[in-house]
């Protein structure tokens, strides 16, 4: 297993996850901005963890979590555009980006999954 680092589907879940960030840390919301932040930054955290274990398996799972955290932060990001929080350019943006990872995700995931 490669570096966390040097897997391009963690740059690119990092980079999102920064960008988030920036847009909303003036955001009054605290609540609202801790839920987007977590979900954005819970991706590239699973993939850093992920290569810390040996197992198959246990990759695997990181994996799925990272999918799993990835529809949240598509739910967060469509949320945050309805009540005014994010623009709808950068929901636009951000929404294109996070199914970019989900596949590359699910793709990771496959051949974790078929390697022996």
């Known amino acids: 297993m490669q570096k966390f680092n040097q897997l391009e589907v963690f740059k690119r879940a990092y980079i999102l996850s920064k960008e988030i960030y920036l847009e909303t840390k003036e955001s009054k ?7 987007l932040f977590g979900a954005a930054t819970s991706i590239p955290a699973n993939l850093a963890e992920m290569t810390g274990f040996n197992s198959k398996k246990q990759q695997a799972h990181k994996v799925q979590i990272a999918i799993a955290e990835a529809k949240e932060l598509n739910f967060w990001i469509m949320f945050c555009k309805d009540v005014g929080e994010i623009d709808q350019k950068s929901s636009d943006v951000y929404i294109e980006e996070i199914e970019e990872i989900k596949k590359m995700l699910f793709g990771l995931f496959l051949s974790i999954k078929k390697d022996p």
């Open 29 to 35: 919301n605290l609540r609202l901005k801790s839920q």
